[in-house]
């Protein structure tokens, strides 16, 4: 299908919103009526047609607008995109990835012409029509990671592997939950997972490292992690915590269906061949409590996981303090009927609300 | 998405491959060339990365770990070298009198335990005899990004030297070459004691000469993390033994000339491998009772581990005793 681009933002009068169409693919992180940590990792090879998980970077219709809050995160601060020395090979294995799944996976929007190193690319979307020598930087009119991320929804991370270790050593980070690239460049595994509450003593990090460690060429691997953003931001970084901490008091009964969101990351991993790293994909898809509300088991179970996730967990990720408004909101759609299991909506099958 | 973690699959995704040519180097080693079957072109890998190749030895199929030693920047063709161990159990020797130009045969996605430090302002390659595989494709991936490296070789004898008059000709002031039959030997103390800050060392050899990189790079205050080694052992035959797997409630014997793993597959349980060759830490397997002795072979378990009798790496691992219960 042609993708309609929404022309939207993720700030000041935050005009993103989600067609029925996104609200259907929305990737709802709960499979069950709870939640804990887990290394729920499995294969990154397709999905059900439509979804989110089909194509090896998914594309969708806020696109061109995350693109354009990208650049503006970036001319304000541009230490949000950092590449150490070593990684500029690891920059190019990333920027091959993504153009070649992407002129693969969507044809209609994107193309990829080589001729031996001479490449030319086309990204129809944006309007770019670039041709550049593959493996010399001086061509692009920036470094290889930086020129493709541009173009790319979602955050990356550029890991080396050495040690029995990997590293952040690169990476584009403007769409994170609360955690800074800047703060983190040159950290290992562990010390960059260090704030993570509960999951450190449940052995959750030494299994996951070994994991992603063995991750091959040709099988990359997937999973998804979730927090809460009140009102539609892309931006939720630390460096501006000062401008986005202060919304989360401004919820109010009359207003949470619309400004609370569900933030859900699809974190991909792929092993990139010329340098052996491994790139870290974190991709954002928010949707607002009204609208997950229309899928009547969504409904009930989003209720259910809220009202039970460990105080810990509310904590870490930063709605301890508004828990009840959301549960008095929220039990209006949980009518105690039990849901289907996994994390697709089942509309057509599941029960309307009883209530 | 579900929600159980998944389990390790077996070795890495496969490719099928035609085989292009066949090139005695001398005696002991012979270069193998691959295309791939569907036309296509190979994924790119890097330097140090290795194959794992499948044999059809008539219906017994031998899976056998090579480092891929073209250049990574000629995606048309992957190749191997393979020197012939007429002491082994087979797989080489299978190569050399069994495989010939345009057979079809099965190899995995490149598989990397022995990459380049790319933060490395020196790479400073040690190599003895077949151990020069990977160092062929670390140096072509350099020689591409400029790259500063010097390699020394030790070879028993001109004659057995493969690959020899080619890098001394490509590269005659950065390769060293030593033979053993003209008591040549690589002066290591004083090549370490001559490299400036940022030096990376890489050894890929027999294991007393990996041990003695690592030893005396140690004695000379060099980190472990600059000194970097690869060693792929060869399942060792020994006493047959028998093995309850508890999970897919079957007994197997693992005979005289083949590992653990291989019972275990041939058995028609699934086991997660990478390497088949004690380093990558894929096969690792829980001891769930034992009575008698793990001969451990593997670099991967600690000491701490190898002593405990909790887990042992099939791959290349046995066991003598009475009886042996494993989680599989």
């Known amino acids: 299908m042609t993708i309609q681009f929404n022309d939207e933002t993720f700030r000041d009068d935050y005009s993103f919103h989600n067609s029925d169409w996104a609200i259907k693919r929305f990737p709802f992180p709960f499979h069950e009526d709870s939640y804990m940590y887990a290394v729920n990792m499995e294969q990154h090879r397709g999905g059900p047609e439509g979804s989110v998980y089909e194509k090896r970077f998914d594309v969708d219709e806020h696109y061109i607008s995350e693109m354009r809050d990208r650049a503006m995160v970036l001319a304000d601060d541009p230490l949000r995109c950092q590449s150490l020395p070593h990684m500029t090979l690891a920059g190019w294995d990333l920027l091959e990835l993504i153009m070649v799944s992407k002129s693969e996976d969507y044809p209609d929007l994107f193309e990829l012409h080589r001729d031996g190193d001479t490449w030319r690319w086309i990204n129809k979307p944006l309007g770019i029509d670039d041709t550049f020598t593959f493996l010399d930087e001086t061509t692009l009119p920036y470094g290889p990671m930086e020129y493709i991320t541009r173009q790319t929804q979602g955050d990356f991370c550029v890991l080396d592997q050495r040690d029995g270790n990997l590293w952040m050593d690169a990476g584009t980070v403007t769409t994170q939950a609360d955690w800074s690239l800047d703060f983190d460049i040159g950290m290992n595994f562990f010390e960059w997972h260090a704030p993570v509450p509960l999951a450190h003593e449940k052995g959750i990090f030494e299994r996951a490292l070994k994991f992603l460690l063995n991750i091959q060429q040709g099988a990359p691997a997937r999973r998804l992690n979730w927090t809460m953003t009140v009102n539609p931001l892309l931006d939720t970084s630390p460096e501006n915590y000062h401008k986005w901490g202060v919304q989360k008091t401004t919820l109010t009964p009359e207003n949470i269906g619309a400004k609370q969101h569900l933030r859900v990351e699809l974190q991909t991993f792929f092993r990139l061949p010329r340098s052996n790293g491994l790139v870290f994909p974190i991709r954002c898809y928010l949707c607002s409590f009204q609208d997950l509300m229309t899928m009547p088991k969504w409904g009930r179970r989003l209720h259910r996981v809220v009202r039970d996730l460990p105080v810990e967990l509310a904590t870490y990720k930063g709605f301890i303090d508004n828990r009840p408004m959301m549960l008095d909101y929220l039990s209006q759609f949980d009518d105690g009927l039990p849901t289907s299991p996994g994390i697709f909506p089942d509309f057509d099958t599941e029960p309307a609300l009883q209530k | ?328």
């Open chain 2, 1 to 328: 998405m579900s929600a159980a973690p998944q389990k390790a699959k077996p070795g890495a995704e496969k490719i099928a491959v035609n085989v292009t040519a066949v090139v005695p180097l001398n005696d002991l080693v012979t270069r193998f060339e691959f295309q791939r079957s569907d036309g296509d072109l190979f994924p790119p890998f890097s330097g140090g990365a290795h194959t794992v190749v499948t044999m059809d030895d008539n219906g017994r199929h031998r899976l056998n770990p090579y480092s891929l030693m073209s250049d990574p920047a000629d995606l048309t063709t992957y190749a191997i070298s393979v020197r012939r161990d007429d002491e082994g159990r087979g797989g080489s020797l299978f190569m050399h009198r069994n495989v010939s130009v345009g057979d079809r045969m099965t190899i995995t996605y490149p598989v990397n335990l022995f990459s380049l430090d790319l933060r490395a302002r020196k790479h400073v390659f040690l190599a003895g005899g077949i151990g020069i595989t990977p160092f062929m494709a670390m140096i072509a991936q350099l020689e591409h990004s400029n790259g500063n490296w010097e390699l020394h070789y030790a070879c028993r004898t001109p004659a057995l030297g493969t690959y020899v008059d080619e890098l001394r000709y490509k590269y005659p002031n950065k390769v060293h070459i030593y033979y053993d039959d003209q008591n040549q030997a690589i002066r290591l103390e004083d090549l370490l004691d001559g490299q400036p800050l940022g030096t990376n060392i890489y050894v890929c050899g027999p294991k007393g000469m990996i041990d003695w990189v690592h030893a005396t790079a140690s004695a000379a205050g060099w980190p472990d993390a600059n000194v970097h080694s690869e060693e792929f052992l060869a399942p060792q035959p020994g006493e047959p033994f028998e093995v309850r797997l508890c999970k897919s409630d079957k007994t197997i014997t693992v005979g005289e000339h083949e590992s653990l793993l291989e019972a275990i597959e041939r058995a028609g349980v699934e086991a997660p491998f990478l390497c088949r060759g004690g380093s990558c830490g894929q096969c690792e397997t829980n001891v769930v009772s034992h009575d008698g002795t793990f001969v451990h072979r593997d670099h991967w378990l600690t000491e701490d581990q190898h002593a405990s009798g909790e887990k042992i790496m099939p791959c290349v691992s046995r066991f003598a005793g009475k009886s042996l219960e494993l989680d599989r």
